[in-house]
């Protein structure tokens, strides 16, 4: 996955958490939080769901990294880079 | 035949735990002992007519809508649409204390004008305490055990304004006599009078449909009619569950919805001997009258027309429940008129039904002889009715059917000891029991009510499954 796919991704995710949510404007360099109502245990689920589609664990004290989809990105940049994307709901 | 999660009982916190458990991969298999599922908040058919049982109304639903509310969240993690749902608001309701009523709705300015109305000396301090609770964080647990009444009456005086707040809230979550735990307050005032009671289209049924449904589309499994007889433990660590029929199922983790004293009757006398004690006696529990109609109660002819959705009544100058020392308390009870939730076209082609919920004694109805049984469960329900007639006015000249369940039916198709509804006084909050891999779920974890018990098998499930240990930091 590339970076962008990376975004494309978890966006995807959040889609599936919170349907109701525009992610439409979503501003990368922003906290996910400030910009939609994503609670500790819908960012739980996105932690759970990378792991349940790509395998990928992440730490909990890794947590903090993935507040931003930019940070998604860097953070998941390696650990994705041989991995296809594919959607969350057709999985 | 082996599972990675078994869940004992197919009530709104077992299915919810099975979905949890089933989503992200898990083998999982929900038991039910009845032949329906919904554990207290259920249905049945009785004369030709299907009747609700538990569910008056679905707290958590107002204005706010969906999101950031605990029913957004249980919502929001099961992955079920807000708006499958169908929700019918209530049109008013009314808590009544003796000669004194407020009514409220799902507007919280309405609700708190017609308090300072009632209370005007007191009115200043109230909208004080009401804007606190609004915006209060129900993830910030304080400390446990606080006492509600207490926390109250140093706010607000010793006086029935505090009746008014605790009675609703009691009613709808305690185990506790004429008190509650001050964090289960303050859920429960944010969801009844903050974010407002609703009934889904249909009742209960409906509602536990898309649970069924979800848990079997996520590749989880149900089975009904399968009760659970022992659940196995090899050297402290549970292992699975034996079935009535002598089947063994063996498992990685067992989730108990069946309450603290029955989940260790279930893994032996050892362990029930041990850990259960006169603490654990089930004080709260109900006997409830369903009354059907020829005519919509608000059209009753009367004093009063019984045009609220639910009742929260004590017929007492102040509000001090304990539990029954008679079979009923004819006192402190709920009265539920579901067709009052929506408009009048939301239930065209229903016939009208009225319920009336008394405080029970638990263990009175569970001694009487076969033969009392029903000539006092008839007695009972005429109570009630009575009561309803002098509070409003009389539905018993217009009833065509009747049907009455007491805490020994409770018992019967929950296998909740003493037909416990919202399970014993003490609280088990972070699930874990003193058998490995046992875990609790439901009323006894700490959480009452539909939404409650929802969110009680996710947390659970996702600490003691799923393997979230805590909460991620922000």
């Known amino acids: ?91 | 035949m082996r599972y990675d999660t078994l869940v004992i009982g197919a009530g709104f916190s077992g299915l919810a735990a099975g979905i949890r458990a089933a989503m992200f991969g898990r083998r999982v298999l929900v038991l039910e002992r009845h032949y329906l599922w919904g554990g207290l908040n259920s249905f049945y058919k009785r004369g030709g007519r299907l009747f609700d049982t538990g569910l008056h109304a679905l707290t958590n639903c107002g204005q706010r809508g969906p999101k950031g509310t605990p029913l957004g969240r249980l919502l929001r993690q099961l992955r079920i649409p807000f708006d499958t749902l169908e929700l019918l608001p209530q049109r008013v309701s009314e808590i009544v204390l003796g000669e004194r009523r407020v009514r409220f709705s799902n507007d919280p300015v309405q609700w708190t004008s017609a308090i300072a109305e009632l209370f005007p000396n007191d009115a200043d301090r109230f909208t004080t305490l009401h804007a606190e609770l609004a915006a209060a964080d129900l993830d910030r647990v304080g400390a446990p055990d606080r006492s509600a009444r207490k926390l109250l009456t140093e706010r607000l005086g010793d006086g029935p304004l505090v009746d008014f707040l605790l009675m609703p809230t009691a009613y709808y979550s305690s185990a506790r006599e004429g008190d509650l735990d001050w964090d289960q307050f303050v859920m429960l005032y944010q969801a009844i009078f903050c974010e407002g009671m609703a009934q889904p289209r249909g009742g209960i049924r409906p509602l536990l449909k898309l649970f069924v449904d979800r848990l079997i589309e996520v590749g989880g499994e149900l089975r009904r009619k399968a009760p659970v007889v022992r659940i196995l433990v090899e050297r402290d660590r549970a292992c699975g569950v034996e079935l009535e029929d002598g089947q063994i199922i063996a498992a990685d983790h067992v989730l108990s919805s069946a309450g603290w004293p029955a989940t260790m009757a279930l893994a032996g006398p050892a362990w029930s001997v041990q850990h259960v004690d006169t603490r654990d006696r089930t004080r709260i529990t109900v006997l409830e009258t369903i009354s059907v109609l020829d005519t919509p109660c608000e059209r009753i002819a009367g004093p009063r027309p019984l045009d609220c959705s639910t009742v929260f009544f004590a017929d007492t100058e102040r509000f001090a429940f304990k539990t029954p020392e008679d079979l009923v308390d004819p006192h402190h009870g709920v009265i539920s008129i579901p067709q009052n939730f929506g408009t009048p076209s939301d239930w065209v082609g229903h016939e009208p039904i009225l319920r009336v919920t008394l405080f029970a004694h638990p263990d009175k109805w569970h001694q009487l002889p076969s033969a009392e049984y029903t000539q006092n469960k008839r007695a009972a329900s005429d109570a009630a009715l009575a009561l309803t007639a002098r509070l409003y006015s009389d539905p018993r000249p217009h009833e065509v059917f009747r049907d009455v369940f007491t805490p020994r039916t409770i018992t019967k198709y929950t296998g909740h000891t003493g037909g416990a509804i919202y399970g014993g006084p003490r609280k088990w909050r972070d699930g874990t029991t003193p058998i490995e891999n046992l875990v609790l779920i439901g009323a006894d974890q700490g959480m009452s009510g539909i939404v409650g018990a929802g969110l009680s098998g996710i947390a659970m499930a996702n600490r003691h499954v799923l393997g979230a240990r805590r909460e991620i930091p922000s």
């Open chain 1, 1 to 91: 996955m590339t970076r962008d796919e990376i975004v494309i991704a978890i966006k995807d995710i959040i889609q599936q958490i919170a349907p109701d949510e525009d992610l439409s404007s979503l501003d990368k360099g922003v906290r996910l939080r400030d910009q939609i109502e994503l609670d500790s245990m819908d960012f739980l689920d996105i932690v759970m769901e990378l792991r349940k589609l790509y395998g990928v664990q992440v730490p909990e004290a890794d947590y903090k990294e993935l507040a931003t989809l930019e940070g998604c990105a860097n953070y998941l940049e390696s650990h994705l880079a041989d991995k296809e994307l594919h959607c969350a709901s057709n999985a």
